[in-house]
T-cell receptor, first 116, second 111 residues
Framework: DTGVSQNPRHKITKRGQNVTFRCDPI?????LYWYRQTLGQGPEFLTY????????KSRLLSDRFSAERPKGSFSTLEIQRTEQGDSAMYLC??????????????FGPGTRLTVL | QQPVQSPQAVILREGEDAVINCSSS?????VHWYRQKHGEAPVFLMI?????EQKGHEKISASFNEKKQQSSLYLTASQLSYSGTYFC????????????FGTGTRLTIIP
């Protein structure tokens, strides 16, 4: 078990460009979450999947953001027409939902996006 | 609204104890505690479910008062490695586990 991995770790792009990030969860985990974190703040929920189904998307997320999790394995987060306000750390977390217990979410190292 | 944590920051000498509080205005199902070091991902510490339980992990323990919608994290005999920013993450009902993170508490341990 190598934990949650994310690629790339850093991305610098120009305003208006599209970017795509990838997250590989812990192999047996059925839930996958995307969060965004800006400096000095806690992570902010973006969206989450159970297997391949996207169950919820934050109202704060504009139409420029889209996420997929084909076949319930890895996930991608795409941002179209990036803006400077999109600069942040994008964190992925995964968990295993089983029975009636709480959901321990394990985070990946994140992708730091800088929009120039 | 995001949970409010207190204190915002605290500086301790190695070996001292600390308490970090997390308060929510909403009825909670669970409280999760994470520690994050600068430039790194949040690291899971523990989860407390509705029921007022207290959990412990070596010298770190936590409690959850569901009547007050509050949780407290207790760090005893702090070590240098405890330095970082602590976040509580809360959920409001079983089945929807998106975390709403608190305002954070920066803990600095000095030798």
């Amino acid at each position: 078990d190598t934990g949650v991995s994310q690629n790339p770790r850093h991305k610098i792009t120009k305003r208006g460009q599209n970017v795509t990030f990838r997250c590989d969860p812990i192999s047996e985990h059925n839930r996958l979450y995307w969060y965004r974190q800006t400096l000095g703040q806690g992570p902010e929920f973006l969206t989450y999947f159970q297997n391949e189904a996207q169950l919820e998307k934050s109202r704060l997320l504009s139409d420029r953001f889209s996420a997929e999790r084909p076949k319930g394995s890895f996930s991608t987060l795409e941002i179209q027409r990036t803006e400077q306000g999109d600069s942040a750390m994008y964190l992925c977390a995964s968990s295993l939902i089983a029975g009636g217990f709480g959901d321990e979410q394990f985070f990946g190292p994140g992708t730091r996006l800088t929009v120039l | 609204q995001q949970p409010v944590q207190s204190p915002q920051a605290v500086i301790l000498r190695e070996g001292e104890d600390a308490v970090i509080n997390c308060s929510s205005s909403k009825a909670l199902y669970s409280v999760h505690w994470y520690r994050q070091k600068h430039g790194e991902a949040p690291v899971f510490l523990m989860i407390l479910l509705k029921g007022g339980e207290q959990k412990g992990h070596e010298k770190i323990s936590a409690s959850f008062n569901e009547k007050k919608q509050q949780s407290s994290l207790y760090l005893t005999a702090s070590q240098l490695s405890y330095s970082g920013t602590y976040f509580c993450g809360t959920t409001v009902h079983f089945g929807n586990e998106k975390l709403t993170f608190g305002t954070g508490t920066r803990l600095t341990i000095i030798p």
